[in-house]
């Protein structure tokens, strides 16, 4: 079984940082692309940045330039670095990892629980 596990979020003033942190375990073949999503009240979940193994980063346009997204892939962790922060990043922020699982081989999308990420202006 596979877990992903986030920390990190709370409460920041605007123009604060905030640093989520998330973790995978389990029965891990290998991790493809990890990634941070974000729901806010009545809206959609929404990409808002993602990195492949070989550390090409993808950005939301409204984050981009403000956070920064890193892995570790030895120890299967993912870093979301949030500057800058704007009353409209409050929501529930999301990890994703790609996993492959062996016996039998497959590969699956595990999502982590969320973590609150409040912004006060």
């Known amino acids: 079984q596979v877990q992903v596990v986030e920390s990190g979020g709370g409460l920041a003033q605007a123009g604060g940082s905030l640093r989520l942190s998330c973790v995978a375990t389990g029965n891990i073949f290998a991790l493809n692309t990890m990634g941070w999503y974000r729901q806010a009240p009545g809206k959609e979940r929404e990409m808002v940045a993602t990195v492949r193994r070989d550390g090409r980063t993808n950005y939301a346009d409204s984050v981009n330039g403000r956070f920064t997204i890193s892995r570790d892939n030895a120890k299967n962790t993912v870093v979301l670095q949030m500057d800058s922060l704007k009353p409209d990043d409050a929501a529930v922020y999301y990890c994703?990892?790609?996993?492959?699982?062996?016996?039998?081989?497959?590969?699956?999308?595990?999502w982590g629980q969320g973590t609150r990420v409040t912004v006060s202006s």
């Open positions: 994703s990892a790609g996993v492959v699982v062996p016996s039998p081989y497959r590969s699956l999308t595990v």
